[in-house]
């Protein structure tokens, strides 16, 4: 989780179950009060080279079950600052090979830049293609304890036979700890026309998904890449 990754690949990044809401809502509340009418620009931020950076009761493993009856392990780690991140190119593989299987081959971390991924892919027929995935809009937001709130847009570049194809993905996540050490997620995603269209546009399709995040033991392996089995 990751992550933003990979649009119609990796649809997934974390999300939660309602949580009180403000008077006055924050502009994450007032954007899921939008859905599935969105459009661009939205009300986010460019990140530069900063993370995403999670509530602390996220650090470690966690088993994911989303409500298609998909399941896979995701984790969540201290980067060299101390702040808790997705380790987003492990996330994305995971989340890839349990919607792809043998489709995805790998996804890698940029190592300049924590907001870019690179996904190689098995076409029909054997045919290569990779898919680069880049943050380029983020806001985050705490409406209450135990609750957080998420929003990326993304650019993703998918290369292969032909022209490379450009498209705009928008993943906004709501988090709830519970009680019991789980996390509650509901998930939003948008996907946008390329950019080269216009910096404006009307979200071309929607999706919600709804998943639970159980603890597990710590995971000894270190964060960096995935590569799928």
Known sequence: MGNTLMAAILALWFAAWP?????????????????????????????????????????????????????????????GNGSVVGDRAFNAGA??????????LAVENDPADPNRQIARLRGPEGTPFQLESSVIGRRSDQPATGAFLADELALQVLHGPGQPRLSRVETLSRFQLRSDGSIETRQWQATYPSPTAGLAAQASSSRGISLKLVPLQPDPAGPGSHRAS
């Open 95 to 104: 989340i890839g090979s349990a919607l792809l299987g043998e489709a995805l």
């Open 19 to 79: 949580a009180a809401f403000s008077p006055d809502p924050s502009p994450l509340e007032a954007r899921i009060a939008q859905w599935p009418t969105w459009s661009l620009p939205a009300p986010l931020t460019r990140p530069g080279r900063r993370d995403l950076a999670y509530p602390a009761w996220f650090e470690g493993a966690w088993q994911a079950s989303d409500d298609d009856g998909n399941e896979y392990q995701v984790r969540f780690l201290r980067d």
